[in-house]
């Protein structure tokens, strides 16, 4: 099992160069595969730039993304075979989406092991993310982004539990705040950066 989870992460790209992430299969996740097919113009996920990746020119990632999410929604790992952060900054998830509870509780277990670096988490499962918050207390070091599925319809404060959310519109006006390469900006990566609500125009 340790020497399974101990290349968990991938090397980010494109908007993503310079930060790795912990990914898993968006192709192979129900709630994914239910949001994307669900026929709404007005949802981002129908427009899925993970989805529409994994099945193309970035289909070989998904046997090492799907492995990844197995492993790590199967069962609660012992914290001394986590794997430790290639980088100060990290994302979870820059494909995927949290499988269920189990999940979560080794993303924590994760970003608990490194008080000194930075994780950042985009989730649309805010039922997951209360039910854990019941049983333990959020990393101090883990920014939580609610990833709002809503296009056009910008949420200003973020869920309970939240630190930011993220939003998707159709226009560039002066509310868009989220251009170019997230390490040239690092709004969603900084503990005490005071943002709340990250708009983007969608790709």
Known sequence: MANEILNIYSTGSGKMQG???INSDTTENEFCKKMYNSGRDDIICTECYSMTM???F???ARPKFKKVGEVLSTTILPTEILPKAPNVIN??????????TTHLHNFFNIVEREPNKVFSLWTKRKDF???VLKERDKPKNLILIYSNPAIN?????????FDKVFNNVTFDSEIVNCRGKCIDCLKCYTITDKTKSIVEVKK
Do not use: A
């Open 19 to 21: 930060i790795p992430s």
């Open 54 to 56: 994994l099945k193309t």
């Open 58 to 60: 970035r289909k070989n």
């Open 91 to 100: 994302r979870l998830h820059s494909h995927g989406e949290l499988i269920n």
């Open 129 to 131: 993310v209360y039910k």
């Open 153 to 161: 319809c910008i949420i200003e404060t973020p869920p309970k539990h």
